[in-house]
């Protein structure tokens, strides 16, 4: 019989995902079967499973800490802001429409059947389920009809780990006010507490840890330093991009060679599977710059990347709200490069049309103008993992679409990609501006050498190998500072369904 826990927090960010996929790899070490499971999720970081589904990003790389493939019932309810008041709804990894946030609220709780049934299907293939909640129980006023937090725990009988975030600052606050505001039969279920991100010297905070113990009733689990290598993991939510211009440069590293390269990201409101960017971000001799409206894009970049979107055609607009589009014409008349990746790839088209109002009222908006393609937006998502390799060569690529526009044109017979036997992308006749449906592919590690010698660069990173070290370095990290032992003993048995 599995046995299952849940990881809450006090707020957004606090470091619930990570700690998930620390543990997943610690208990995988002790021999046991782990599945991850988040109820709702909202995130723009998706990932496209074996079976064809969409799942958040966090719980693809906490299924990979489990040493398992992804399935969509590790996270059913997926949530995908495209405006500040409405989402697309996708349920067990498929879309279902796009809800107002209004209306979601009235509906949520009709979720929580398939909910549980996604997490008994999980909890009857392992030994232990490690539940993620989602923002903070502690918002009163979403508990009604809640799935992510309270609501699934108590439906499902599930102990819970309450996380706080000391880097914010008023940790002590944050745990016993989540207390303070729970109902009863909601603190009830937690089990016990730690405390994330620490920085300095651990024995600062015994007296604070203690009296946490005293106030709360709850034992300590483990007060955990801030674990730096995080950022080499693939972040879940927007907020977690830099804000600053650029991301400064990282000391040189034995045997880098040559000037770094300048590839310029411009942030729209809406971005989309950012993580993208991870294995450029994570090496030597790139330096990616995240630009935020109001600074011009630098004039110097070897590469401008256009990321994907939940609303191309508003962020299409507020792209040349912010002047980019002029900055990006300047780019190419120098010679430089640019690449656009699903959402980035429409917008470098001549056109994108959307007459079923996928993403708002029906419309149609010119694009950049750099490729000679044109993208109508459908109603059918095309969901796959796909392998292949550059069109020119025999350097394999790997990656997922996932989109839900049809682009079309004479540039795309200069497909610069095969994906299981058919051409993929658009580039232009100088070769110096692509696009792509094609997520992922910069974690191919001889794609992105290819393609950065292309640029004028080198790769000598082993990226997938650098997440995996991660994650065993992250679960290290969590048997130093938790008590793994309690953990597995607070577990309680999943309750079979009747």
């Not at 064809?52 to 493939?69: F, T």
């Not at 300590?220 to 993991?233: D, E, K, N, R």
Request: aromatic share 4%; proline share 7%.
């Amino acid at each position: 019989m599995a046995k299952a826990i849940m990881i809450q927090g006090t707020g957004s960010n606090v470091g619930k995902s990570l700690i998930v996929a620390g543990l997943a790899r610690a208990f995988l070490w002790r021999g046991l079967r782990v599945r991850p499971f988040k109820p709702q999720n909202m995130s723009n970081n998706a990932a496209v499973t074996p079976q064809g589904g969409e799942i958040g990003r966090a719980q693809a790389l906490q299924a990979r800490a489990a040493g398992v493939a992804a399935h969509t019932d590790m996270n059913p309810v997926l949530l995908k802001p495209q405006s500040a008041t409405s989402a697309q709804l996708i349920l067990q990894g498929r879309h279902i429409g796009t809800q107002e946030a209004a209306a979601f609220g009235c509906r949520k709780d009709a979720l929580l059947t398939p909910v549980l049934q996604s997490f008994h299907r999980l909890a009857a293939d392992c030994d232990l389920v490690l539940v993620e909640g989602a923002g903070s129980p502690a918002e009163t006023n979403l508990r009604a009809g809640d799935i992510a937090n309270m609501g699934f725990a108590r439906a499902a009988q599930v102990p819970v780990i309450l996380t706080g975030d000391i880097d914010r600052g008023g940790v002590i606050a944050q745990i016993i006010g989540t207390q303070a505001v729970l109902d009863p039969g909601d603190a009830a279920m937690i089990c016990g507490f730690a405390v994330n991100k620490f920085r300095g010297d651990l024995r600062l905070f015994d007296a604070g840890r203690d009296d946490i113990c005293t106030r709360s009733g709850w034992p300590s689990l483990g007060v955990i330093p801030w674990f730096h290598a995080a950022q080499t993991l693939p972040a879940e939510d927007a907020m977690d991009l830099p804000s600053h211009p650029h991301r400064p440069a990282p000391p040189p590293l034995p045997g880098a060679k040559g000037q770094r390269l300048i590839v310029a990201v411009p942030v729209l409101p809406r971005i989309a599977n950012f993580d993208d960017l991870d294995p450029l971000i994570a090496e030597p001799d790139v330096d990616v710059r995240m630009i935020q409206p109001g600074t011009p894009l630098p004039g110097d970049a070897d590469l401008i990347i256009l990321l994907g979107s939940k609303a191309t055609l508003d962020d299409l607009a507020d792209l040349r709200r912010a002047g980019w589009d002029i900055d990006i014409a300047a780019h190419i008349r120098r010679g430089g490069h640019v690449l656009g990746l699903c959402g980035g790839y429409q917008m470098l088209g001549q056109s994108i049309s959307d007459p079923s109002g996928i993403e708002g009222p029906a419309r149609r908006a010119a694009g950049l103008g750099h490729l000679h393609v044109d993208t109508v937006l459908g109603k059918t998502k095309r969901l796959a993992q796909c392998d292949g390799h550059m069109t020119d060569s025999d350097i394999p690529v790997r990656g997922y679409e996932i989109h839900m526009g049809e682009t079309t044109g004479p540039d795309r017979a200069r497909g610069w990609l095969s994906l299981n036997g058919r051409p993929e992308g658009a580039q232009s006749s100088s070769g110096r501006v692509k696009g792509s449906y094609l997520h992922g592919i910069f974690g191919s590690d001889p794609f992105r050498a290819a393609f950065l010698t292309q640029l004028g660069g080198h790769s000598d990173l082993a990226f997938e190998a650098q997440i995996d070290d991660t994650l065993d370095a992250l679960a290290d990290h969590l048997e130093r500072f938790m008590d793994i032992d309690r953990i597995w003993q607070l577990a309680r048995d999943v309750t079979p369904v009747a």
